[in-house]
């Protein structure tokens, strides 16, 4: 199972030769790719021994106006020309709605217009895609077994599947075990990070988060009242259970740690600390 992570933008938005450099001497033997990046950078990674984990695609698939939704699919479809390009035969993403104006069974509604369009070239591309299960405050429809079932019934194809990060699983009280049973099979990514629940928070706001008062973002993190996003090991997921799990159905493509951890934030050499612990905690999980 390849290990790689996200790189958050606070380290860079191109990869130089000094971070290669780190990527290498922590031990990562990839990265996941931006379809930004300048052929430079990817040189540089490939130079030090870095692969390319799958590339995300940053394209609004949920939405309702003409315009913006043809757009969408034409970038979409620009980034698989992309990862094909690269050699890379995964790609994530998730259907949002960027202005998210609208409810979550219209998103779906609309991610049903554009999708398969881009499912199509994938297709043709040989290349499979993962739906991310984060609700993006309701901007991904595609976030629960009811979406899965709903969205694999209308799209069948077996290019189309899910990019799943069990954290998001923790806060909506979602059982990531029977997840793991049931849609196991749909799985073509894996994203690694965990979920903190404050309890006292939650005695307080409920799971609906603070209603009379508001709260400022953590370490430049959307702050939910009784939940934060931590990385993997510091956080309700039981990541020995999840990985046997992966292991035991002989998953063999990347796990990647995405960091949105506010305790591991703030400066770029406390962002590194927390990968290369995270990388250290996951690394000695894995056969």
């Not at 398969?116 to 297709?123: C, K, L, S, T, Y």
């Amino acid at each position: 199972m390849q290990l790689s992570f996200i790189l958050p933008r606070q380290l860079a938005t191109q990869p130089d030769a000094a971070l290669a450099k780190w990527i290498h001497e922590t031990g990562f033997n990839a990265v996941d790719t931006e379809a930004e990046w300048t052929a430079e950078s990817i040189d540089i990674l490939h130079n030090a021994g870095i692969g390319l984990g799958p590339l995300r695609v940053r394209a609004s698939l949920a939405e309702f106006d003409e315009a913006t939704c043809n757009t969408a699919v034409v970038d979409a479809c620009v980034a698989l020309d992309a990862a094909k390009s690269l050699g890379i035969a995964t790609v994530w993403t998730l259907t949002r709605n960027f202005r998210n104006d609208r409810s979550q069974r219209e998103n779906f509604a609309a991610a049903l217009t554009s999708l398969p369009q881009v499912v199509d070239h994938a297709e043709q591309l040989g290349i499979r895609i993962g739906i991310e299960n984060c609700p993006y405050s309701g901007q991904n429809p595609v976030c629960t077994p009811e979406s899965w079932d709903a969205l694999f019934r209308a799209i069948p194809s077996s290019n189309l599947g899910i990019c799943f990060d069990p954290s998001h699983c923790i806060w909506q009280r979602i059982d990531i075990a029977r997840v793991i049973r049931e849609y196991g099979d749909r799985f073509v990514h894996l994203h690694a990070k965990d979920t903190e629940i404050i309890g006292d928070s939650l005695f307080r706001f409920g799971v609906e988060g603070p209603q009379l008062g508001t709260t400022d973002p953590e370490e430049g993190w959307s702050k939910h009242g009784w939940w934060r996003h931590r990385l993997p090991g510091l956080g309700a997921v039981d990541w020995n259970a999840f990985v046997t799990a992966m292991v035991d159905r002989a998953y063999v493509v990347s796990l990647t740690i995405e960091h949105e951890d506010p305790v591991w934030s703030g400066t770029p050499e406390r962002i590194k600390r927390g990968l290369e612990r995270s990388r250290t905690y996951l690394s000695s999980l894995i056969p």
